[in-house]
């Protein structure tokens, strides 16, 4: 049961990880989208997405953790708020 659950598993995040990666690409009608997507599973295009959780480490692909705050700001606006 469990190697079966983690290839399950596997799947879901390979598809998951498919649709988060292909979802802002333009210039693409509907057809020619589910088209490459099917392209994707069978192997054909983006086999790099099988295997990384993340394409690369740019700013791009990476979530938005450069937009995220400073640490440091945070605990001084807690601190502002508890004086007041």
């Known amino acids: 049961m469990k190697r079966a ?13 498919v649709y988060i990666w292909t979802k802002g690409i333009w210039g693409h009608t509907p057809q020619e989208h ?11 295009s983006c ?3 099988r295997t ?19 640490k440091q700001d945070v605990q001084k606006d807690i601190w502002e708020r508890l004086d007041e």
């Open 5 to 17: 659950y983690r290839r399950y598993k596997k799947e879901v995040k390979f598809k998951k990880r």
């Open 34 to 44: 589910e088209n490459w997507i099917k392209e994707i599973f069978e192997g054909k």
């Open 47 to 49: 086999t790099f997405l």
């Open 52 to 70: 990384t959780g993340r394409p690369c480490n740019c700013w791009m692909c990476t979530y938005k953790k450069y937009d995220r705050p400073k």
